[in-house]
């Protein structure tokens, strides 16, 4: 059996990275629960899917972008214990409804069965469709939750922010990233979705999609907005966005290695669902290259939804001996060194400078 390549984490995150994470999740729980009351007023069922739609948000994640939205603040000047931390919190926990929204739809796109253990949103639709024995095909009713649902998580999400608290001419300054970030993630989208339509399998092709559909709006945007709040010099917005765009698409790469190589009990995906989903991924494209005639069997595989844990462990075995593991770690520990020399630009205050450091390093050496 082929063992996903290991990393060594720090034992501990960086100081205060729970703290912050439960605060983002209160300020979520206090607003979700909050719409659900304008969602009872409409009927029952649609306040039942909202329940669902909570629990999709509170089940889990890493609360990657308000962690990088806060320390992007925080290092640009803003003051946790001013007045406008709170709406701060407030505005940088609208990021988790967009990936909400983001990861709704993309499950569906997807066709995947599973999110973080659970069934995705699309399929517990459909599994109550089927239980109650309603009109038409369960499948259907599912995706047409899941495209509401999600559209419903980027609408609240824009509320949100307009809601939080900070004065208007604050909200004004982020504006820029706001409105370019939400485009980001929907043209990456766009270009993932082409991309496996076509069969474009080129390096280039991959890497662009993970600039635009993870790193722009994982790291990237949410670091220009914290920063574009604390009403930043462009020196600092320059050396963020350098930084974000970088160590974005390290996130994304080691992501496609988990894909892969991860543990299905740590990521809570089935191992090899990137390929039965036929995700053209920079490892499958470095794969590609190298492969001379086996490129026709990898071919054969990517996207084939009924593909083995034989096959798939051939696949695994076939880019470990053609080097594109490597090829994707080399690329990960570059992008990652240069997204650490970018913050070396700029005047950033302690301790976020050390602290998004730290948050580099976990982001492109996790495990799930």
């Known amino acids: 059996m082929v063992h996903p390549p290991t990393h060594v984490l720090p034992e501990t995150e960086p100081e205060g990275s729970v703290e912050l994470r439960e605060s983002v999740e209160r300020e979520l729980?206090?607003?979700?629960?909050?719409?659900?009351?304008?969602?009872?007023?409409?009927?029952?069922?649609?306040?039942?899917?909202?329940?669902?739609?909570?629990?999709?948000?509170?089940?889990?994640?890493?609360?990657?972008?308000?962690?990088?939205?806060?320390?992007?603040?925080?290092?640009?000047?803003?003051?946790?214990?001013?007045?406008?931390?709170?709406?701060?919190?407030?505005?940088?926990?609208?990021?988790?409804?967009?990936?909400?929204?983001?990861?709704?739809?993309?499950d569906l796109i997807d066709a995947s069965a599973t999110r973080r253990g659970k069934p995705t949103v699309h399929v517990e639709f459909a599994g109550r469709h089927a239980d109650g024995g309603w009109c038409g095909p369960p499948a259907r009713f599912g995706a047409a939750a899941a495209i509401l649902l999600g559209d419903l998580a980027l609408t609240w999400a824009d509320d949100l922010y307009r809601e939080s608290g900070l004065p208007a001419e604050v909200l004004d300054r982020g504006h820029e990233a706001w409105r370019g970030m939400r485009?980001?993630?929907?043209?990456?989208?766009?270009?993932?979705?082409h991309t496996q339509a076509t069969g474009d399998s080129s390096p280039a092709a991959a890497l662009r999609i993970d600039r635009f559909k993870t790193a722009a709006y994982t790291v990237e945007r949410p670091l220009q907005l914290g920063?574009?709040?604390?009403?930043?010099d462009e020196s600092i917005v320059a050396a963020y966005r350098r930084f974000g765009a970088d160590i974005g698409v390290a996130f994304q790469l080691r992501d496609d290695l988990l894909g892969?190589?991860?543990?299905?009990?740590?990521?809570?995906?089935?191992?090899?669902?990137?390929?039965?989903?036929?995700?053209?991924?920079?490892?499958?494209?470095?794969?590609?290259?190298?492969?001379g005639p086996a490129a026709t069997e990898i071919r054969d595989a990517l996207g084939d939804p009924d593909l083995s844990a034989e096959r798939v462990e051939r696949l695994r075995e076939l880019f470990l001996q053609l080097g594109a593991v490597q090829a994707v770690e080399q690329r990960i520990a570059a992008l990652t060194g240069a997204a650490l020399d970018a913050l070396t630009t700029a005047e950033i205050a302690e301790p976020a400078a050390t602290t998004l450091q730290e948050l580099a390093v976990r982001a492109t050496r996790r495990h799930r």
């Open 260 to 291: 892969v190589y991860g543990d299905p009990t740590v990521t809570g995906k089935p191992a090899g669902d990137d390929l039965r989903e036929g995700k053209r991924t920079l490892l499958v494209a470095l794969a590609l290259e190298k492969a």
């Open 29 to 106: 729980a206090r607003y979700l629960a909050h719409r659900r009351e304008d969602a009872a007023a409409i009927g029952p069922v649609f306040a039942d899917a909202v329940d669902a739609l909570t629990r999709f948000v509170l089940g889990g994640g890493k609360r990657l972008r308000p962690t990088f939205a806060w320390w992007g603040w925080r290092g640009a000047g803003g003051d946790p214990e001013g007045p406008d931390a709170d709406g701060v919190l407030r505005a940088l926990s609208a990021l988790e409804l967009i990936q909400a929204s983001a990861l709704v739809h993309d």
């Open 183 to 193: 485009t980001d993630v929907l043209g990456g989208q766009f270009l993932d979705v």
């Open 227 to 232: 920063a574009l709040l604390a009403g930043a």
